[in-house]
């Protein structure tokens, strides 16, 4: 799992300097899919894999307000600043902790469920990487060449 979290905040700095060659108006125009846009993607990016990390160590969650942010300097630093604790988190991560459980209250629903450790990162992974895919067709609808997705030959396995 270390692995493919190194991936995807790898491809998400990418996405990050991707965006310093996009107009701000089009990384903030709303998209017809997904959580809205690509600067506001990104934001949930960040804001989910944060939030999934608070509920398994207890820690506060952070606002998710993306008004707050809207910026992809903001974004950015957010993003920075929320690093070191989830890199901690997944640096000290044994297989061992796979089935613990943990409970997680869902505001939708207004209920509490109980999920194992391993299920939560699992999901974490996958999440950005399914978000990764919209940003690249926004991509490719506003002419850009998107952010290579490819997992070979970013030396994650040196």
Not at 9 to 28: A, G, I, K, N, Y
Not at 58 to 77: I, N, T, W
Not at 112 to 137: D, K, N, P, T
Request: a negative charge; glycine letters at 6%; charged letters at 25%.
């Amino acid at each position: 799992m270390k692995t493919l979290f190194e991936y995807n905040w790898q491809v998400r700095d990418d996405w990050f300097s991707w965006c310093e060659t996009v107009p701000e108006e089009e990384l903030l125009k709303s998209r017809g899919a997904g959580v809205g846009g690509i600067l506001k993607t990104l934001f949930h990016i960040v804001a989910v894999e944060y939030s999934w990390i608070c509920d398994m160590t207890g820690r506060p969650d952070l606002d998710d307000d993306f008004e707050a942010h809207a910026s992809l300097e903001r974004v950015v630093s957010l993003s920075r600043t929320l690093h070191p604790v989830i890199s901690d988190f997944v640096s000290s991560w044994t297989d061992s902790r796979e089935h613990q459980t943990v409970q997680v209250y869902n505001p939708r629903t207004g209920q509490h469920e109980i999920f194992r450790e391993g299920e939560i990162l699992g999901h974490v992974i996958a999440h950005e990487i399914h978000h990764i895919g919209q940003l690249s067709v926004w991509a490719r609808e506003i002419g850009r060449e998107p952010v290579t997705a490819n997992l070979i030959r970013r030396g994650l396995y040196n």
